[in-house]
């Protein structure tokens, strides 16, 4: 296969994963015992796995705030060419083969 080919094809499949959201991975949960001699036995790593959990709950909150403002911010960028593809038509005199089903 030529380079050139290849490169276009790898730009071309790579392009939609840069754009991808931010994925927000919740922290793992910590481990309870059920049964108390197990209880007694982990009590030291179950108190660090609690601690790592709220730890990590955090960032993963913050996480999350970021992944909802760049959703709100990407919308209302997509709302605003919205906008403009209708005002586009309407100049155009394409409103109603833009929107045939529009009533």
Do not use: K, N
Request: charged content about 30%; some cysteine; hydrophobic content about 40%.
């Amino acid at each position: 296969m030529r380079p050139g080919i290849w490169l276009i094809g790898l730009l071309a499949f790579s392009g939609p994963a840069l754009g991808q959201d931010r994925i927000c991975v919740p922290p793992e949960e910590p481990f309870m015992p059920d049964d108390d001699a197990t209880f007694s036995e982990y009590a030291d790593i179950v108190a660090e796995d609690f601690e790592r959990y709220f730890s990590e709950f955090s960032p993963y909150i913050a996480c999350l705030d970021a992944a909802r403002l760049e959703a709100f911010t990407r919308a209302r960028e997509i709302s605003t060419r919205h906008q403009a593809f209708w005002d586009r038509a309407d100049r155009m005199g394409l409103t109603e083969e833009a929107a045939p089903y529009a009533e």
